[in-house]
Nanobody, 114 residues
């Protein structure tokens, strides 16, 4: 079982930056893929960035060039968000798969004011 905990959300003005962190329990986190998803009010949850166990990253078109996902340690994955826009406002969730099951964190709110 994997437990995920996100942190780093908050209120920021448009054009600003935030860094989100996903802290995982256990030592297997560095060997499994991790994704950052977000869900805005009234919208479906969407994948914004992911990183494989080999370090290959992928980004949604809406965040390419502005967001960067990285593994900071064996049990932490970060999402660096730059040039934030009001449309980036959402609850951001960390997600991973392990042993056939998916795991979500509780989410962290990001609000970008115009």
């Amino acid at each position: 079982q994997v437990q995920l905990s996100e942190s780093g959300g908050g209120l920021v003005q448009a054009g600003g930056s935030l860094t989100l962190s996903c802290l995982a329990s256990g030592s297997i986190f560095s060997r499994i893929p991790v994704g950052w998803h977000r869900q805005a009010p009234g919208k479906e949850r969407e994948l914004v960035a992911s990183i494989t166990n080999a370090g290959i990253t992928n980004y949604a078109d809406s965040v390419k060039g502005r967001f960067r996902i990285s593994r900071d340690s064996t049990n932490t994955v970060s999402l660096q968000m730059n040039s934030l826009k009001p449309e980036d406002t959402a609850v951001y969730y960390c997600h991973t798969y392990y042993a056939g099951s998916g795991y979500w964190g509780q989410g962290t709110q990001v609000t970008v004011s115009s």
